[in-house]
């Protein structure tokens, strides 16, 4: 398991490195934002515990760059205790969790053992509905055996829908969950919605991206009145 901390004062690096190296982890550390984002990129870290404030870039802006990036690497992010307003713009952006300073090293290690076994967990699963297979671990999808490729919001896009099958998603909800509120993405569930369908259900006697009329999508296996 290797870890990336991303920490500009050294003495609180060095502190969260010995923690680490202790508990049997291999630990890399950058200290500033952009050095952070570069070995972020560079390497698969398990996990990444990000400071906010940073020289060059900060947290938040580290965060928001892997996951524009479709990296999902979890991120435990150290905030400044009792500073409700960076931890929720933390977890808006990407976090995981947040952690804040001053701390105790044994929650920083509870917390990266939660997180990294979230993740586990999360990345063991293969989601099958009808002949359509999500590799969640790869971020890959095949239908009938075939490999579908997709660009990685239109793989978050499957993956929200498949992981809910059955049930509807709102182009709010999409928009919130896959685009971040992302503005610039404000017209184009629609659109992104028709891209993903016709690599998903072009050629399939049975489509499994339906539109629910007014409401917004759902991916089932079976045929119901709602069609467009
Ligand atoms: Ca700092």
């Known amino acids: 398991m290797r870890i990336l901390v991303v920490e500009d004062e050294p003495a609180?690096?060095?502190v969260i490195r010995w923690g680490?190296?202790?508990a049997k982890y291999v630990v890399d550390v950058a200290s500033d934002g952009a050095q952070g984002l570069q070995m972020a990129t560079e390497n698969a870290y398990s996990l990444?515990?990000?400071d906010l404030m940073l020289p060059r870039m900060t947290g938040w802006q580290v965060c928001e760059e892997?996951?524009?990036r479709c990296n999902r690497v979890p991120i435990l992010m150290l905030t400044a205790r009792g500073a409700v307003d960076d931890r929720v713009r933390g977890l808006d952006l990407g976090a995981d969790d947040y952690l804040g300073k001053p701390f105790d090293f044994t929650e920083l290690l509870?917390?990266?053992r939660a997180l990294l076994r979230r993740d586990k967990v999360h990345r063991a699963r293969v989601i099958r509905i009808a002949d359509l297979e999500i590799d969640t671990a790869a971020r890959r999808v095949?239908?009938?055996g075939v490999e579908i490729g997709l660009s990685c919001r239109e793989y978050d896009l499957l993956e929200a829908l498949a992981t809910r099958e059955g049930q509807v998603l709102t182009r709010e909800v999409i928009q919130e969950r896959i685009w971040m509120d992302d503005e610039s993405?404000?017209?184009t569930v629609d659109v992104r919605i028709g891209h993903l369908r016709r690599k998903v259900d072009a050629g399939h006697s049975v489509r499994l991206i339906h539109t629910v009329r007014g409401v917004g999508y759902t991916l089932r296996r079976t045929y119901t009145e709602d069609e467009e």
């Open 12 to 14: 609180m690096a060095q």
């Open 20 to 22: 680490l190296e202790d």
């Open 48 to 50: 990444l515990v990000l």
């Open 66 to 68: 892997l996951r524009a």
């Open 110 to 112: 509870a917390r990266v």
């Open 142 to 144: 095949t239908r009938a």
């Open 185 to 187: 993405y404000s017209n």
